[in-house]
């Protein structure tokens, strides 16, 4: 069951019709799954691999990691011990994300953003709903959840933080597997092998700034890959899945 990995991203060649009123069939991937972000919300994986603090927000609070494995970038979470508004800006404004939760965690993460910060967020379209100029955000951690600190291992750190699914790859190979699968990882279009054949396609999208982003991904790939090119590595299409 563990010679094959499953790297599952939330692109159209993860097929969700693998579902029965809500059941995941597990046998469709008889091995190990590694999976992105948001797809905890649809399935459970054998690994979730989160970089971005605001998923990794959403991931705590539902209450996921308790049962499951989850692999965190930048993780390193305060003690309880540690008040929040003892750390917090004194012109900051702080928000808990899940203060239900702060009566059974052991710990708790931390986020901020500046005024800067946020009118760029806004300008460009991706400010939370719950963001505010100068303000930091407080996620409360319960205790025996299970979150470890990804591993960087290969992947170039630059101005660009590397996606999660970068880190999901290089976890199924870094841990044995004889050949790993990738589905839901269509903004990167051709075969992507042992031997790093790549192309890019935007994917139906006309954002310059996606576009470029995942021209830059491309090479977090292609390191992985190449450092593990012992390993058979099958990179599935939309019409492949």
């Known amino acids: 069951m563990n010679n094959v990995g499953y790297v599952l991203g939330n692109g159209p ?3 969700r019709a693998k579902f029965s009123n809500g059941n995941f069939y597990r046998t469709e991937y008889a091995g190990v799954t590694y999976g992105c972000n948001s797809i905890y919300k649809e399935m459970n994986v054998d690994v979730l691999v989160c970089v971005d603090a605001w998923y990794q927000f959403e991931v705590i609070a539902s209450g996921y990691p308790s049962k ?9 979470p305060m003690p309880i011990g540690v008040k929040p508004e003892d750390l917090n800006p004194p012109n ?3 928000h808990e994300y899940n203060p239900e939760d702060r009566r059974t965690a052991d710990s708790w993460c931390y986020y901020a953003t500046s005024t800067a910060d946020y009118e760029k967020a806004k300008a460009e379209g991706y400010a939370m709903s719950y963001w505010k100029p100068d ?3 407080v996620c409360w951690v319960s205790e025996g959840y299970k979150i470890k600190e990804v591993n960087y291992g290969v992947i170039p750190i630059g101005d660009l933080r590397p996606p999660s699914g970068a880190y999901a790859l290089q976890e199924a190979l870094k841990s044995g597997h004889d050949r790993v699968e990738v589905f839901g990882f269509d903004s990167i279009a051709g075969v992507f092998s042992t031997t790093s054949t790549i192309a890019f396609k935007d994917h139906d999208s006309t954002n310059d700034i996606i576009e470029e982003r995942m021209d830059k991904w491309i090479t977090f790939y292609e390191t992985i890959a190449e450092h593990y090119n012992e390993i058979e590595i099958i990179w599935h299409k939309k019409e492949q899945a």
């Open 13 to 15: 060649s993860r097929d």
């Open 68 to 76: 499951h494995k989850c692999l965190f970038s930048e993780w390193n």
């Open 92 to 94: 900051y404004d702080l």
């Open 135 to 137: 303000c930091g955000y």
